[in-house]
């Protein structure tokens, strides 16, 4: 049945408790929806990657805090930001990809890994690392209909967008496929497949502040992306992209942009952050 998604709020759970997964990124399991995202402290360290699941998208359920401050040391003082979570066909894990710092600042710049074997379970942490010897800030995954996987991250001080072949596992960087948009200074990357087009979705970089959001299209991951072009208005209804859904329906897919309206805006710890989440169309 047809349910409204009130933009600009809090998502509560049935309890009535916040949905903290912010920047955070969906996998479909079964008949699920599996929501993970940022749940942090007061002051903006890590604090959990926490998961929630949905039939319908609007009704989220608490299933688990699946990375925490005690899986490992060096998550004890963290931030780990974006956190996306892919399911690998031929080892039968989840692998979840994030953006990790010391929780002091912004210099380690790192990509974390985490698995599982199960989608709601506890992740076992393999460690963070700079992709290739990249800086790595913000993040997402895509797995290719030929089941090969990519991570994107933002490199150079966020003024490059890195698209990175995975290994076969997920868990480790194969190669830079590409490096479209060099000085582009932008972040928030969305990847999504639609009709054999990739569709490539970031924000400018302007910290907690929303601004104009931007797409760009290819046939080839690896080269012929056109330059970042508009989407919505002036600052993308005040929200930041997180993740781009398909969800496939009886006759067609429709395609979710779910974007985080940033407590940091208006001086609020993470936490107290909105979501804003809008049907993208494609008009020709």
Known sequence: ???TI???TQFTDPNGEPVHAHGGGVVKVGEYYYWFGENRNDDN???????????????WEFRNHVLTQESDPELATANIERPKVMYNESTGQFVMWAHKENGQDYSEARAAVAVSDTVDGDYAYRGSFRPLDHMSRDITVFVDDDGAGYMVSAAR?????HLYRLTEDYTGVAELVANPWPGGHREAPALFKRDGVYFMLTSGATGWDPNQQQYATSTDLAGGWSE???????TAYDSQTAWVLPI???DETAYLYMGDRWAGAWDGPVN???YVWLPLTFPD
């Open 272 to 274: 107290e952050s909105r």
């Open 45 to 59: 360290t890590f604090r959990y990657v926490s998961a929630y699941r949905s039939t319908d998208l609007k009704n």
């Open 228 to 234: 970042m072009r508009d989407v919505g208005d002036a």
């Open 157 to 161: 001080e966020n003024y490059d967008l």
């Open 248 to 250: 496939q329906g009886t």
């Open 1 to 3: 049945a047809p349910v």
């Open 6 to 8: 009130a933009n600009g």
